[in-house]
């Protein structure tokens, strides 16, 4: 498979997943994920996906400062419906990279290495998504807005044409090209730009709250 080449340019994402060492997966439980990872599990790569990712990225690197992220010890709230928008292509990669899951994940060993109920809605969040660690209740608000990304003008016409089945090839080839750009400004121009990806420290007794909720 090859992947838009600057997909390697962003920065990866390190945890330690205690379920993964026990059961032999890796010698010391440590696992990486990639952007590629990311297009991999949605088949596709655009902002939302990007910003899942790197969301994801920035609130681990805030809530493990010197440290490995415990893949499966977070707790993640989105503040819309699985059903509501693209809020489910953002789940499939907060799982991924945090082990959190909803109903339909795994249980655990008697009683430890539980992942499932520890991705679920509240919609009553300010910011797209909380990320909380379990161990410390330590949590952080996440957030991204898009508006100061530029568009480029031709994207919006060849969009319709592509979508309404009027497209070239040519046409979907520059679709194409016009896309994957707009996502590497994203992911490698704005990467650390606080007006598009913000973070904001949850206060200990709100996140303590959310917990017990």
């Known amino acids: 498979m090859n992947l838009q080449h600057f997909y390697a340019e962003v920065p990866r994402i390190r945890v330690q997943d205690p379920l ?64 509501s ?17 909803g109903g339909s994940g795994f249980k655990g060993i008697a009683g430890r290495f539980g992942r499932v109920g520890l991705i679920r809605y509240k919609p009553d969040l300010l910011a797209l998504l909380r990320f909380t660690r379990l161990d410390t209740q330590e949590a952080v608000d996440a957030n991204v807005d898009l508006a100061p990304l530029p568009t480029d003008p031709r994207l919006e016409p060849l969009l319709e044409r592509c979508a309404t089945g009027r497209a070239t090839a040519a046409d979907e080839r520059e679709l194409g090209q016009l896309w994957q750009q707009r996502v590497r400004y ?6 650390r730009d606080p007006a598009v990806f913000a973070l904001r420290p949850v206060k200990r007794h709100a996140a303590a709250g959310a917990m017990a909720s």
């Open 85 to 101: 928008g693209s809020t489910g292509v953002i789940a499939t990669v907060v799982q991924m990279l945090t082990g959190a899951a």
């Open 186 to 191: 994203l992911l490698l121009d704005c990467a």
């Open 20 to 83: 993964a060492r026990l059961l032999g997966c890796t010698e010391d439980g440590q696992l990486e994920y990639g952007f590629g990872d990311a297009v991999r599990l949605t088949g596709h790569a655009c902002p939302t996906v990007a910003s899942a990712y790197w969301l994801t990225y920035l609130a681990l690197e805030h809530l493990y400062p010197g440290e490995l992220p415990q893949r499966g010890g977070i707790k993640v709230e989105l503040r819309d419906d699985a059903r």
